[in-house]
């Protein structure tokens, strides 16, 4: 499940092209319509920070953990934050893919939330910063009943409630580079699946080769720490549906050419 980097750009567009699929997907306790055949997209909040290494512990499960939101001088420490997913792609309620407080739209009566870290600032190269991941991850929890509502400028305070719950899916980032400076920007980054509850890592581990989730958001550090910020993410298709894009996109160009023809 390693990152590619020819795949990144078709993977984006793949994305975006593909509508929702009819038959929804459960998938440890959270029920999403399916995108890009099976795969899983949507929106989170969070709030980061550079955290001493100090901060991490490892619980007995060997899953690693962010012990507290003590953060140093931005650039010098680890990437870290928490935050939950407020939204899952859901067109068979109501209100599409709105979710409201207390009853979001994956599930009425949990809320997913994660922390992430271990993301080493590699390289600045003008307006371009890469991360060093190979000691990186990002966990998500299962809460039920919801215990954590928002994500807000203080969500530091309490990195033990936003990692209670059952461990749902455990990842890390393949790649993680940001436009902007070590003070925050627009990020992109792409993650595998190492880890998690069997079904969630069946409905979401579906590529070989290939990283299995794109991700990008946005933030801005305001002294030590970012306010609460927000971003995206979706499944990158299976390598096979991205050839079938680039077969119908070259069949588009060809039609172009012809009709100007």
Not at 64 to 93: C, M
Not at 160 to 189: E, H, M, T, Y
Not at 212 to 227: I, M, N, P, V, Y
């Amino acid at each position: 499940m390693k990152y590619v980097t020819s795949f990144i750009g078709a993977a984006a567009l793949a994305v975006a092209s593909y509508g929702v699929d009819a038959a929804p997907v459960t998938a440890g306790g959270v029920t999403w319509d399916p995108i890009s055949n099976g795969g899983i997209g949507g929106s989170f909040n969070f709030q980061q920070w550079y955290a001493d290494p100090s901060s991490y512990t490892v619980d007995p499960n060997g899953v690693a953990k962010l012990a507290n939101g003590n953060a140093v001088t931005p650039g010098l420490g680890l990437l870290s934050g928490v935050g939950l997913f407020d939204q899952i792609f859901d067109s068979r309620t109501l209100f599409g893919n709105i979710g409201f407080p207390g009853e979001y739209n994956y599930c009425t009566s949990c809320v997913l939330t994660f922390a992430f870290g271990g993301l080493a600032v590699s390289n600045v190269n003008g307006n371009t910063v890469t991360f060093d991941t190979s000691n990186s991850w990002l966990n998500i929890y299962y809460q039920s009943p919801i215990s954590i509502l928002s994500v807000t400028s203080n969500s530091y305070l309490n990195v033990n409630g936003f990692q209670s719950g059952n461990l749902w899916a455990s990842l890390k980032f393949d790649s993680f580079w940001l436009d902007g400076s070590i003070l925050g920007g627009f990020v992109q980054s792409t993650l595998s699946v190492t880890g998690g509850l069997p079904d969630v890592v069946a409905a979401l581990d579906r590529n070989s080769g290939v990283s299995d989730l794109f991700l990008q958001a946005s933030a801005e550090f305001s002294g030590l720490r970012t306010g609460s910020a927000n971003g995206q993410f979706a499944s990158i298709p299976e390598p096979a549906s991205i050839a079938l894009l680039g077969l119908g996109l070259l069949g588009l160009a060809g039609g172009r050419r012809f009709k100007k023809a």
